[in-house]
């Protein structure tokens, strides 16, 4: 009797594993009055699963924004190829399902707050009472209810990138690309755009965002790649890579007295702890943690408005 033997074709789109996947992706740009190219993307192989906050870390020329460009289906790949959710970057399917800010948003600077989100969601199909909303709950969100009514001309550096997130969040997307979403801005403002980012990721959005601040990074991503000259050198979850294996650290609220500690030191000691490798030290926060804490009573650099006398 002969077997039939059923080939099933693996449908990626109804429920794809990864919602950003690349395999050996490479872009090279010709140079073309020296007659040679730069390697920007080296074969770059990534999966990033639905839900995960991700980082591209790497210094400024390094291939992150040709990286986005690529899984926008902004650029072409030399070789290679990328997938979103499955489908082809430059479908309508996955632009669909896709948000962009970009690294140096250009908007219209006579535009409030409300009639940018309004331009932009019509440019996307969203309208009337759906669109009305949608500006609500975005204006909430990203906490721009000071800004909304006021021309982006008077916006802050972290203003402009919260209402560009708002912008690139009109439609829904489940995954957002974030250029260097904390550029130039100070640290309250790169703290709210940090926030925001964990927001969104509670709401099951799938986050890549590029950055070469690293401890900003650090606060937000489950995972990071570090590029280095159009390569990926390291790729792992932030939780393995940055644990130190051969070390304890006990926290306590108090300080010790230097009889408590010997009294510590000598608990430890029976315990077979050797020890020379005791150590007592006092944590510090960082100036950032600091600076935030100072100032967390102010929340927009600009002071609300208030009617004319
Ligand atoms: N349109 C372009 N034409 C030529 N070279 C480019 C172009 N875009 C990027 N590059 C080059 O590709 C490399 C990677 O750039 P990019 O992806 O922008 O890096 P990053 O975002 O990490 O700073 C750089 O050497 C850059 O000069
Ligand atoms: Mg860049």
Known sequence: MVALMKI???????????????????KRYPLSWKRKIVLALDHLDLQIRPGEVFGLLGPNGSGKSTTLKLLLGLAIPSEGEARIFGLPPDS??????????????????????????RFY?????????????????????VGLQNGRERPLRSYSKGMLQRIGLAQALIHDPDLLFLDEPTAGVDPLGSSQIRDLILRLKKMGKTVVFSSHLLEQVQEVADRVAIFSL?????????????????????????????????RVRQLLV?????AAEIRFTRP????????????QKAPDANPPTHPRP
Do not use: W
Request: net charge negative; aromatic share 6%; charged share 20%.
């Open 121 to 141: 969601g019509k440019l996307c199909g969203v309208t009337g009472a759906k669109l009305e909303k949608r500006i609500e709950e975005l204006i909430d969100l």
């Open 230 to 262: 159009g390569k990926k050198a390291l790729e792992g979850s932030l939780e393995a890579m940055l644990v130190e294996n051969q070390s304890t650290q006990i926290n306590l609220p108090a300080e010790l007295s230097a009889e408590q500690q010997e």
């Open 8 to 26: 099933s074709v693996m449908d990626t789109s109804a429920s794809p594993a990864f919602a950003v996947e690349t395999i050996g992706l490479t």
């Open 92 to 117: 309508l399917e996955a632009r669909a399902r896709v948000g962009f800010l970009p690294e140096n948003p250009y908007f219209y600077a006579f535009l409030t707050g409300d009639e940018t989100l």
């Open 270 to 274: 029976q315990a077979g702890v050797g």
């Open 284 to 295: 510090h926060l960082s100036l950032e943690q600091l600076y935030l804490r100072t100032i």
